[in-house]
């Protein structure tokens, strides 16, 4: 049987695919020339992560395929009923990058609460004709340390961000509409572990009482974070998308850094992915990554043999 690994897999997850008797093909196919290289080559298991889409026209068409995988969590690129309503199985790996996400949430909250993102770029221009000037305007970041973070949902990627607020020395509380509580393992170098129990609260005081808050939900219709959930805000509060794209109001962002509301905020995902608004790309007090959450060498590792581990379980 022939995988196609479209957005591409792990060396990993190849080793363990083909271990299992499957062919391997990582070529990247156009969008518009995959259902037909498909069925030219019969492919029997299509793995995507979020560049390729996988829709009705392509289920209909490629009756060879037997899996619809995803490299990660979220899966609005992919029509998942409708694939299970035709006998199609479609799996992903929804633990495998929790822990990537919230380092990389806790990189861009390190980095604006001591103004690194502006200080990497303003060191090597003017670091050795305006040292005291750039020393004076950064000078005055904050610790995370104390702070309250808010957590936006809930789930794995959420409770990962929290273990590592946790550790960090932060008190965390959180909101997730399905959840009443949740038990958070941490675990040490040398075997130790602590429990913290985090009992969930409103989305409204999660807002009103967080210093930093980091949202970790699935895109949907209406905005997370606007306008209205701005004001609710501490003046000064520090925000994290590396959720999807379109969960936060990007306008009303701008405007609630303009007005102070905001101190700085973190993106990772855009609403205009892969071409986000200028104003965003120019705003000083934005820290921005090319939604690269789950984008570390462990994760992809973790994402390609587990993938490899689902897919022989199904067709073995």
């Given at each position: 049987?022939?995988?196609?690994?479209n957005?591409?897999?792990?060396?990993?997850?190849?080793?363990?695919?083909?271990?299992?008797?499957?062919?391997?093909?990582?070529?990247?196919?156009?969008?518009?020339?995959?259902i037909?290289?498909?069925?030219?080559?019969?492919?029997?298991?299509?793995?995507?992560?979020?560049?390729?889409?996988?829709?009705?026209?392509?289920?209909?068409?490629?009756?060879?395929?037997?899996?619809?995988g995803?490299g990660?969590?979220?899966?609005?690129?992919?029509?998942?009923?409708?694939?299970?309503?035709?006998?199609?199985?479609?799996?992903?790996?929804?633990?495998?990058?929790?822990?990537?996400?919230?380092?990389?949430?806790?990189?861009?909250?390190?980095?604006?609460?001591?103004?690194l993102?502006?200080?990497?770029?303003?060191?090597?221009?003017?670091?050795?004709?305006?040292?005291?000037?750039l020393?004076?305007?950064?000078?005055?970041?904050?610790?995370?340390k104390?702070?309250?973070?808010?957590?936006?949902?809930?789930?794995?990627?959420?409770?990962?961000t929290?273990k590592?607020?946790?550790?960090?020395?932060?008190?965390?509380?959180?909101?997730?509409?399905?959840?009443?509580?949740?038990n958070?393992?941490?675990?040490?170098?040398?075997?130790?572990?602590?429990?913290?129990?985090?009992?969930t609260?409103?989305?409204?005081?999660v807002l009103?009482?967080?210093?930093?808050?980091?949202?970790?939900?699935?895109?949907?219709?209406?905005?997370?974070?606007?306008a209205?959930e701005?004001e609710?805000?501490?003046?000064?509060?520090?925000?994290?998308?590396?959720?999807?794209?379109?969960?936060?109001?990007?306008?009303?962002?701008?405007?609630?850094?303009?007005?102070?509301?905001?101190?700085?905020a973190?993106?990772?995902?855009?609403?205009k992915?892969?071409?986000?608004e200028?104003?965003?790309?120019?705003?000083?007090?934005?820290?921005?990554?090319?939604?690269t959450?789950?984008?570390?060498?462990?994760?992809q590792?973790?994402?390609?043999?587990?993938?490899?581990?689902?897919?022989?379980?199904?067709l073995?």
């Open positions: 049987m022939k995988v196609l690994a957005d591409g897999i792990s060396k990993s997850g190849i080793v363990a695919l083909e271990k299992a008797g499957f062919e391997v093909i990582t070529t990247t196919v156009a969008q518009e020339q995959l037909n290289y498909i069925n030219d080559n019969q492919i029997s298991v299509l793995l995507v992560r979020s560049a390729t889409t996988v829709r009705k026209d392509l289920i209909d068409a490629c009756s060879s395929i037997k899996i619809i995803r990660g969590v979220g899966m609005d690129n992919i029509d998942v009923e409708y694939a299970r309503e035709k006998g199609i199985s479609v799996i992903n790996t929804p633990a495998a990058s929790s822990h990537s996400v919230a380092e990389l949430v806790f990189a861009h909250f390190y980095g604006l609460a001591r103004f993102h502006n200080s990497n770029r303003e060191m090597p221009l003017e670091g050795d004709t305006k040292f005291k000037a020393k004076k305007a950064y000078g005055k970041g904050v610790e995370l104390g702070k309250t973070l808010g957590v936006l949902g809930f789930g794995r990627i959420g409770q990962a929290a590592v607020a946790l550790g960090a020395g932060m008190k965390v509380i959180a909101f997730d509409p399905f959840m009443e509580k949740a958070l393992e941490l675990e040490f170098f040398d075997g130790q572990k602590v429990n913290f129990e985090i009992n609260i409103s989305k409204e005081e009103k009482q967080a210093d930093f808050i980091t949202l970790h939900v699935p895109a949907q219709k209406e905005y997370v974070i606007g209205p701005f609710l805000m501490k003046d000064g509060v520090f925000l994290a998308n590396a959720a999807r794209g379109g969960v936060v109001d990007e306008v009303a962002l701008v405007k609630a850094i303009e007005s102070g509301k905001v101190a700085g973190a993106l990772d995902v855009f609403e992915e892969p071409t986000p200028i104003q965003l790309l120019m705003n000083a007090s934005l820290s921005l990554t090319p939604h959450g789950a984008a570390t060498n462990e994760a590792d973790r994402i390609g043999t587990e993938l490899a581990e689902q897919i022989s379980s199904i073995g």
